[in-house]
Nanobody
Framework: QVQLVETGGGLVQAGGSLRLSCVMS???????MAWFRQAPGKERDFVAG????????TYANSVKGRFTISRDNSKKALYLEMNGLRPDDTAVYYCGAASKLSTSRHGMSYWGQGTVVTVSS
């Protein structure tokens, strides 16, 4: 089993920044990892993903140029640096892991409990 724990969410004004962290524990392997988000009443959508070698990150069009995904394999951690936050970024942000990188929530094998990001206008 793999456990994922996200931290770093909070309340921020539009234009502000937050940094989310996700730490992996348990039967950890060289899994690709990704961030997803789910706004109230909406489906869980892909935000950004990164393979084990941390090359060729993938981003949703809505966050390109504003968000940066990174990882530190020595700490078994995944990060999401979010800048230029907008009210429509408000959501619960989830960290996911799977044996193969996927932009679909159905492709993730493991999930964290989520961390809430609220952006006020």
């Amino acid at each position: 089993q793999v456990q994922l724990v996200e931290t770093g969410g909070g309340l921020v004004q539009a234009g502000g920044s937050l940094r989310l962290s996700c730490v992996m524990s348990g039967r950890t392997t060289s899994y690709p990892m990704a961030w997803f988000r789910q706004a109230p009443g909406k489906e869980r959508d892909f935000v950004a993903g990164l393979g084990w070698t941390a090359t060729n990150p993938t981003y949703a069009n809505s966050v390109k140029g504003r968000f940066t995904i990174s990882r530190d394999n020595s700490k078994k951690a995944l990060y999401l640096e979010m800048n230029g936050l907008r009210p429509d970024d408000t959501a619960v942000y989830y960290c996911g892991a799977a044996s193969k990188l996927s932009t679909s929530r159905h492709g993730m094998s493991y999930w964290g409990q989520g961390t809430v990001v609220t952006v006020s206008s």
